[in-house]
């Protein structure tokens, strides 16, 4: 049998713990907080959050950076918004369009980083300004979304007991999060993205797919926070530029909280699943509070943040003696 | 034997390089056949085309007797070439057996099949002789299982032609032997196999056949047993063969007062029990197998790692929370084994490569002033003969062999007390080994103390005046004088009596 | 030939095209004239506009130049510009308040930039100590860093009527407007440390060989520890700038996404985001072709969300024409 608390899980583990003892703990302090309907809210006000870090995960996992998904989030809201409402669009046309602009958009980032060894930070920064300005350019208003069809699918739900119920954006999250899983797990593009986050040249020399990989991992992500804005636009039922504003910060965040390494090779799907959830939590706490200015989120994100690389550097270093005994 | 893969006539250049010109290189199916030259020879450029790493300019590859094209690794692992390189170059972060099944595993509608990647990867390592736990990350077994991970993995496809390019550095003799056993196997199955080694041991010790480069020409092809090892050499370093015979300069015995001391220093996991001293004007062989606890040693010295039991003493003082900014300051040097990833500052240029310790030691506000640097770096340039276009060249696009005396030149130019020096005459050509031997002789008799670490034997013996041998993570014992023969050093590193 | 291959070719061919568009296209581009005792015209303006960038830019050379990054420079200007705005405006209920400068601008700005420096020690020892990767390390502090500004003011902006620190955003000495003032002392400071001293020849050693630096007796943590303060603090003096021009500290808007200008501006500079070489002069010109190519659309009428795509397009061929892979092509297909 194999050891459920090997030195590789303790991340996740920590993760977990950190999880459960914040539920607990805000669930002890706040009236209602235990109740199935706010956990259900975790997923549905963040949902654009889980799709966006899914999404994030890959590219992390890779040893790369995305920093383009927030303003991605509101370019593509503001199009859909647009596409529809402007240029009246079929709503599942708009979608389409949206995703695979999203798709699009992210093979360029994958392109210009593989293609001409540019780094990752810099082409997603650009990334940034661009999808940004697009979305500005497109409108700078909101733009309220009001066609029957649209309505109906913002109106999708799964019935729960006790009068609880899931979204569509939530179900959405949710198939995109399991979808992530086994495509990180099960599949040779997956496993290809860990090999190339554990050492690329070696990834490249053992006859790995290597560039196309890239390409597809920010196509990947660029599709995720694509999607990502769609949901925002369902939760909101309007398109807004400047919505996801410092998404990106709040995707890593969850990535690096959820157990992945930012050097990359190390973590996974499920653990971002657990930092969305984490920062969800936060959140939630301290607007039941009600005391508590909304920048407190942002502080208490920073200090999780730092207890968590504290804590990964903590496992690297030994992990590093222990190779290093192995090794001689 | 019928020809395998050939490579005919084949043209290479980088800027300002022409890396190979006009090579021919032929494999049969069933042999070993090793490739030899010295650096800058064009052995790796040629391995490089052969794996797929390079295009070539001109020329033409036959797989089989039909012309290919290898346009990447890729390409070259799909036709039937495959690569094993020095480094281990798999990720350490997956299990042994994706490592080995990365790439080709068999999927069915529920992604990858698990159970098969495990058992094939079991079957695969169980050929080379090995049964391991091949669900462990790979980074946590040795570098030799490593290194049999990967020669798993380039077996496992259907393999014609492997390639190991230096596969033995990182490996013990038990290790090079079962390596060896594995290759014969491999031979007899009718695979052609490229060997690439520094050692010459190895390569009479298991190869059919011999192709010599030189600066990037044939400058021979013969069967091994029509090859003598002598006229190998002199075809590697196109000297007269007469010229290598050299003598262990004559020492004598000597006399000095003893500035560092150490008791039963160790740290552990790594090294044991190490009991010398060391004076001005000695040089201090560390002999032994590599991973004998050599590079430790010269770590604990230099202050990389510090020693958790016994002692060092330095000056009589007892050096505890011994550091390298302490160990500088007490006037060592180091010129490390790793040169590319602990040696050299790239993309500077020679002559701040060949400053920087001097400036570091003036500190941030005083700096060398520039005519004062210039004169330094020519001084080097001139003494050491290193071949650079100028001063200021970047570092890396020196030859191996500058690049060693660039590094030693920068700790010369601080005039240290004692200079740690590991592996220093690794990968680079026989004339400039000659030149840095020649040097620690004469630095030497004007006072200065080394340690010498390298794998070669007779360099120790010729080079030092005292030997300490190191034998599994341990000092076995210290030969001074006529005792220091390669003979006794060599019994005591294999653990035998005198 | 050789100025051909050299970082500054690109970026500064870019800004004489920009200049020469401007000059054919743009009446009264190049018109200076003298007002009040201060120098006015666009050319003025994009300098003067340019100096936040331009000061965060070079610290973040020289950070960038180790290897590293410093993602947190825009919430350190926040942070600088909130404790400036409450030692002046002392709102109440104001941590700051038991701290009494009496409207004392030098200790005013003394206290913005150690409060600065502390977020830069705090930085340094994140990257250099505990060997965080830059990203991360910095991201904590963007992420945090704004928060702790809307905590010191309340989440308000704080206002003020102080004219004399309002002049060091506004005002001007020499017919010279201050900011330029101001980039001018930081540049000449950081351009000695760096050439004048061994810093810079360190700072490129680390950010080239990390292990080979530490080996040859550089002190490679102290080498890093430092460009991070050296970069909050540039970073503090840049966010008293528009703290001081709008007579207010605007926790939320305050060096908002400079941070990433900066990383641009010394992208284009040719400063290789790996490490290694810098270009101090390169990064000021980086910032100086950003801020040329706003002004420029501004002064076409050109809606202001254009300005944010051609930034991408300006990053994106600035670094395809510094990357040897593109320059190998291009290359290639011209020699075809």
Request: aromatic share 6%.
């Amino acid at each position: 049998m194999k050891a459920i608390f090997t030195k590789e899980r303790l991340p996740i583990i920590a993760t977990s713990l950190v999880c459960i003892a914040i539920y607990v703990a805000a669930g002890l302090k706040f009236e209602g907080f235990f109740s199935l309907r706010v956990f259900l809210n975790f997923l549905t006000d963040n949902a654009f959050l889980g799709i966006t870090a899914v999404g994030v995960t890959f590219v992390i996992l890779s040893g790369g950076i995305d920093l383009s998904v927030g303003s991605m989030v509101g370019c593509t809201g503001i199009m859909t918004a647009v596409l529809i409402q402007n240029k009246h669009l079929h709503p599942a046309l708009a979608i389409a369009t949206v995703l695979l602009f999203g798709l699009l958009l992210g093979c360029g980032h994958g392109l210009l980083i593989q293609k001409f060894n540019l780094p990752p930070f810099l082409v997603t920064l650009a990334g940034l300004f661009l999808a940004r300005g697009l979305g500005l350019w497109i409108s700078k208003e909101s733009v309220q979304i009001d066609h029957p069809f649209f309505s109906a699918l913002a109106g999708i739900k799964i019935s729960l007991p006790n009068g609880a119920s899931l979204p569509i954006s939530a179900i959405l999250f949710l198939v995109v999060l399991v979808a992530g899983i086994v495509l990180a797990k099960q599949t040779r593009f997956g496993r290809t993205v860990y090999a190339i986050g554990g050492n690329e040249s070696s990834a490249m020399l053992m006859g790995l797919s290597v560039g196309k990989t890239k390409i597809w991992i920010y196509a990947l992500s660029g599709f995720c926070s694509a999607l990502a804005g769609v949901v925002y636009t369902i939760y909101t039922s309007s398109g807004n530029a400047l919505s996801g504003t410092g998404l990106e910060l709040d995707a890593i965040a969850a990535v690096v909280i959820g157990g992945t390494l930012l050097s990359g090779g190390y973590g996974s799907v499920f653990g971002s699943f657990l930092g969305v959830l984490i920062l969800a939590m936060i959140q939630t706490a301290i607007n039941f509070d009600g005391s508590l200015s909304s920048w407190w989120t942002r502080i208490a994100i920073g200090t999780l943040l730092l207890i968590f690389m504290l804590l990964q550097k903590g496992i690297e270093v030994s992990a590093r003696r222990t190779s290093k005994k192995a090794g001689h | 034997m019928a020809e395998l893969l050939q490579l005919r006539n084949i043209q290479k250049s980088f800027p300002g390089v022409k890396a190979l010109d006009g090579v021919s290189f032929t494999v049969r199916a069933g042999e070993v056949h090793a490739l030899m030259g010295e650096n800058g020879a064009g052995k790796s450029t040629l391995i490089k085309v052969m794996t797929g790493v390079h295009t070539l300019d001109s020329g033409e590859i036959l797989l089989e007797g039909k012309p290919i094209q290898i346009k990447s690794p890729q390409d070259a692992v799909s036709q039937g070439i495959s690569t094993v390189y020095q480094e281990v170059n798999l990720v350490p972060n997956l299990s042994l057996a994706e490592n080995i099944c990365l790439g080709r595993e068999s999927a069915g509608f529920t992604g990858i099949k698990w159970k098969e990647v495990k058992e094939r990867a079991e079957r695969a390592m169980a050929r080379l002789g090995l049964n391991v736990d091949v669900r462990r990350p790979l980074g946590s077994f040795s570098i030799a299982i490593q290194q049999m991970a990967a020669i798993a993995r380039a077996l496992d496809v259907d393999a014609k032609v492997l390639v190991l390019d230096e596969p033995t550095s990182s490996l013990d003799r038990d290790e090079v032997k079962q390596l060896f056993e594995a290759i014969t196997k491999l031979k007899n199955e009718g695979m052609g196999i490229v060997f690439v080694t520094h050692f010459l041991d190895q390569v009479y010790a298991v190869s059919d056949h011999i192709t010599v480069l030189r600066n990037g020409n044939n400058v021979g092809d013969a069967p091994i047993d029509q090859l003598p090892r002598l006229e190998l050499v002199s075809m590697m370093i196109g000297r007269d063969a007469s010229a290598l015979e050299s003598e262990r300069v004559a020492k004598d015995p000597i006399q000095s007062t003893s500035f560092i001391e150490t008791q039963d220093m160790g740290h552990s996991g790594s090294v044991e029990g190490v009991n010398f001293t060391i004076g001005s004007g000695e040089v201090l062989g560390l002999a032994g197998l590599l991973g004998s606890g050599r590079t430790e040693t010269v770590r604990l010295l230099y202050g990389i790692d510090s020693a958790n039991h016994g002692e060092l003493k330095i000056d009589g003082r007892s050096a505890s929370g011994h550091k390298t900014s302490k160990a500088i300051a007490s006037g060592f040097g180091l010129c490390p084994e790793d040169r590319k990833l602990e040696g050299i500052l790239p993309d500077l240029s020679v002559r701040e490569n060949l400053t920087i310790v001097l400036q570091a030691r003036q500190g941030w506000f005083r700096k060398l002033s520039r005519s004062k640097q210039d004169e330094i770096v020519q001084v080097f340039i001139d003494s050491l003969r290193i071949k650079t276009a100028s001063p200021e060249t970047p570092i890396k696009n020196l030859s191996g062999g500058n690049q060693q005396k660039v590094i030693l030149a920068r700790w010369l130019a601080a005039n240290p007390r004692l200079l740690l020096l590991d592996e220093p005459t690794r990968g680079i050509d026989v004339g400039a080994k000659f030149e840095i031997s020649a040097l620690i002789e004469k630095l030497r008799k004007e006072g200065m103390a080394f340690v010498f670490v390298s794998s070669e034997l007779e360099e120790v013996v010729r080079s030092c005046t005292k030997i300490a041998v190191m034998r599994d993570r341990k000092m076995v014992g210290m030969l001074t004088g006529e005792e220091a023969s390669e003979e006794k050093v060599m019994s005591m590193i294999a653990g035998g009596e005198a | 030939m050789k100025f051909r291959q050299s970082n500054l070719f690109w970026p500064l061919m870019a800004l004489l095209g920009i200049l020469l568009f401007n000059l054919i296209l743009t009446p009264g581009f190049f018109h200076v004239e003298m007002r009040d005792g201060r120098l006015f015209g666009s050319l003025i303006d994009i300098v003067n506009r340019a100096a936040p960038v331009m000061i965060l830019s070079l610290g973040m050379t020289l950070v960038i130049a180790t290897g590293g990054v410093d993602l947190s420079v825009g919430a350190v200007m926040a942070i600088a510009g909130a404790v400036a705005g409450c030692l002046i405006a002392r709102p109440e209920g104001c941590i700051l308040n038991a701290l009494n400068v009496h409207g004392s601008i030098p200790a005013i700005i003394a206290v913005a930039l150690f409060v600065a420096l502390i977020c830069g020690i705090f930085n340094g020892f994140l990257v250099s100590f505990l060997e965080i990767q830059p990203i991360v390390a910095t991201l904590l502090l963007m992420v945090a860093g704004r928060g702790v500004a809307q905590l010191l003011t309340d989440g308000q902006i704080v206002t003020f009527n102080d004219p004399k620190f309002a002049a060091l955003g506004s005002g001007s000495t020499f017919a010279i407007p201050n900011p330029i003032w101001l980039f001018v002392i930081a540049a000449i400071l950081i351009g000695l440390l760096a050439r004048k001293s061994a810093y810079g020849l360190f700072v490129e050693a680390v950010g080239n060989n990390p292990v080979a630096s530490r080996y040859s007796g550089i002190n490679a943590k102290n080498v890093k520890l430092t460009v991070y303060v050296i970069c909050a603090v540039l970073a503090g003096l840049a966010g008293l700038i528009p703290t001081a021009d709008i007579k207010g500290a605007d926790a939320n808007n305050v060096g908002l996404y400079l941070e990433l200008d900066a990383i641009l501006a010394v992208a284009i500079g040719g400063t290789s985001l790996a490490g290694g070489r810098f270009s101090i002069a390169g990064s000021i010109l980086g910032a100086i072709l950003m801020q040329s190519l706003t002004t420029t659309i501004l002064t076409r009428g050109v809606s202001a969300e254009i300005t944010l795509i051609l930034k991408a397009a300006v990053v994106v061929i600035v670094a395809l024409f510094q990357a040897p892979e593109f320059r190998a092509r291009f290359a290639r297909r011209r020699a075809a």
